[in-house]
T-cell receptor
Framework: SQKIEQNSEALNIQEGKTATLTCNYT??????LQWYRQDPGRGPVFLLLIRENEKEKRKERLKVTFDTTLKQSLFHITASQPADSATYLC???????????FGKGTKLSVIP | GAGVSQTPSNKVTEKGKYVELRCDPISGHTALYWYRQSLGQGPEFLIY????????DSGLPNDRFFAVRPEGSVSTLKIQRTERGDSAVYLC??????????????FGPGTRLTVL
């Protein structure tokens, strides 16, 4: 069955450092991958999308990579700030499908 | 502008009762999705509407769950004979429908359902 793993449930990082979150998947060939941010009591907020034929995407301080050989995506937040503290979810989508399959998320805490 | 809204924000019910959860999508969005998120888990897909029709309901766990979108705007998720295992946050999302499968989905705040 399809399986998505996000590297850890929680990640603590010092302010100003680069946070790196990992999303690994098995038994799946996604056409695209998305990253979302979720704050407590709120719905997820879309951050970035990367397609299977793209290696890297950037948006401001965010960078996503997608390696379909390793079946892995890395999500980087550079110059992290306490306001970046939240849970980050990766979600995979298949070709022709509107379904998103989400990982459990990684709770990031940026310590001042 | 207004985002996706969901009512109620919290619903407490007893085992065996019937509940309805409402979703108001962003105005003009033709695509609407329902997800369920249990504690410590990511959202789990339930159903996708394009306009008034359910284009994909493969995520509904069993026939106690049903969703409608009669006029292509507001949607209601209906759960019959609720069970304690149905307790979760039910999330609704909408998208414009113009971008295909990679349309950005905009999520509402969710309805927290607790079945006692």
């Amino acid at each position: 069955s399809q399986k998505i793993e996000q590297n850890s449930e929680a990640l603590n990082i010092q302010e100003g450092k680069t946070a790196t979150l990992t999303c690994n998947y098995t038994n799946y060939s996604p056409a695209y991958l998305q990253w979302y941010r979720q704050d407590p009591g709120r719905g997820p907020v879309f951050l970035l999308l990367i397609r299977e034929n793209e290696k890297e995407k950037r948006k401001e301080r965010l960078k996503v990579t997608f390696d379909t050989t390793l079946k892995q995506s890395l999500f980087h937040i550079t110059a992290s700030q306490p306001a970046d503290s939240a849970t980050y979810l990766c979600a995979l989508g298949g070709a022709g499908s509107y379904q998103l399959t989400f990982g459990k998320g990684t709770k990031l805490s940026v310590i001042p | 502008g207004a985002g996706v809204s969901q009512t109620p924000s919290n619903k407490v019910t007893e085992k065996g009762k019937y509940v309805e959860l409402r979703c108001d999508p962003i105005s003009g969005h033709t695509a609407l999705y329902w997800y369920r998120q249990s504690l410590g888990q990511g959202p789990e897909f339930l159903i996708y509407f394009q306009g008034t029709g359910a284009a994909d309901d493969s995520g509904l766990p069993n026939d106690r769950f049903f969703a409608v979108r009669p006029e292509g705007s507001v949607s209601t998720l209906k759960i019959q004979r609720t069970e304690r295992g149905d307790s979760a946050v039910y999330l609704c999302a909408s998208s414009s429908g113009a971008g295909g499968i990679t349309d950005t989905q905009y999520f509402g705040p969710g309805t927290r359902l607790t079945v006692l």
